[in-house]
């Protein structure tokens, strides 16, 4: 579920933590990712640092992906 928020939110443009905590609350697709619970910042700020060099690689090959 944080690695569809994390996504989600990335190609949205909201990069902070603390942003993607407020998204859950306004925006209607996090709200559906997380089927509408709240999700405090600090347990994604450690996801995105315990998952920190997977996310990278993972991103560079969703946009070669797209590039294809």
């Known amino acids: 579920m944080l690695l569809a928020l994390i996504v989600y939110c ?3 443009g909201v990069r902070s ?3 993607i905590e ?3 609350l306004d925006d209607v697709g996090c709200r559906v990712i997380t089927a509408n ?3 405090d ?3 994604v ?3 995105l640092r315990r ?3 997977a ?3 993972l991103f560079v090959q969703v946009l070669a992906l797209c590039d294809r």
């Open 41 to 43: 910042h600090a347990t």
């Open 51 to 53: 998952h920190g060099p």
């Open 37 to 39: 619970h709240r999700v």
């Open 45 to 47: 700020a450690r996801f």
């Open 22 to 24: 407020a998204a859950c």
């Open 17 to 19: 933590s603390r942003r």
């Open 10 to 12: 990335y190609s949205k």
């Open 55 to 57: 996310l990278n690689a």
